[in-house]
């Protein structure tokens, strides 16, 4: 069965270094994997995907995501974090085995000024 | 230009009642999908739809019923609501084709008192 984990409730960094939010996967096959943000009382946002070819993916609001086979990662990144990055963001993953979008817990971010 | 729209956006149940959430997306998109969020939980599929007129379980479909009767409609029904019901549920649509990102609602908060 498809699963995603994403080991940190929350991640706190100051306003202007990298942030990275982990998240690991587990499926058979090739996985498509994704990024969505949600801020308070809205639905998700998607970020960017990760679908075949070129292992670093960029996306939205300056986002980037490397993914890493051998370690079954999709770790999103930013090199310089913004007040307004405060959200929880949330790893997807789709398996055409069950054609399921599967979600991780989510990871809260917390941007310090 | 809708998108993905919930109704309604918030509820209050006694236990025991029955209610319908509906969404519709007017993006022609194949696939729909219904998840609950609840705090430290992420999001947890109920049930997705491939296409009109089919529906399949996800991992927490007990105490919920749908139906995909057009293309562009998903409904999620409680029969018989129970606090455990309580959340906060989010309708998702694709193109079904996974390598392409869903388009999520802006959420129903339902209260089962």
């Known amino acids: 069965a498809q699963s995603v984990a994403q080991p940190e409730d929350q991640v706190n960094v100051a306003e202007g270094n990298p942030l990275t939010v982990k998240c690991t996967y587990s499926v058979s096959g090739n996985p498509y994997l994704f990024w969505y943000v949600q801020y308070p009382n809205r639905g998700l946002q998607f970020l960017l995907k990760?679908?075949?070819?070129?292992?670093l993916v960029k996306g939205s609001y300056g986002f980037e995501a490397e993914f890493n086979k051998s370690q079954t990662s999709f770790h999103l990144k930013k090199p310089s974090a913004l007040v307004s990055d405060s959200a929880l963001y949330f790893c997807a993953v789709f398996y055409y085995g069950n054609n399921r979008l599967a979600f991780g817990k989510g990871n809260q971010v917390v941007v310090i000024p | 230009n809708a998108g993905v729209t919930q109704t309604p956006k918030f509820r209050v149940l006694k236990t025991g009642q029955s209610m319908t959430l509906l969404c519709a997306q007017d993006?022609?998109?194949?696939?729909m999908y219904w998840y609950r969020q609840d705090p430290g939980m992420g999001l947890r599929l109920i049930h997705y739809?491939?296409?009109?007129?089919?529906?399949a379980k996800g991992e927490v479909p007990d105490g919920y019923n749908v139906s995909r009767l057009k293309k562009q409609n998903f409904l999620l029904g409680l029969e018989s609501a129970a606090p455990s019901q309580t959340s906060v549920y989010f309708c998702?649509?694709?193109?079904?084709?996974?390598?392409?990102?869903?388009?999520f609602g802006q959420g129903t908060r339902l209260t089962v008192v």
């Open positions: 993006m022609n998109h194949e696939y």
């Open positions: 998702a649509s694709s193109t079904g084709q996974g390598n392409t990102e869903a388009f």
């Open positions: 990760y679908i075949t070819g070129d292992n």
């Open positions: 739809s491939v296409g009109e007129g089919t529906t």
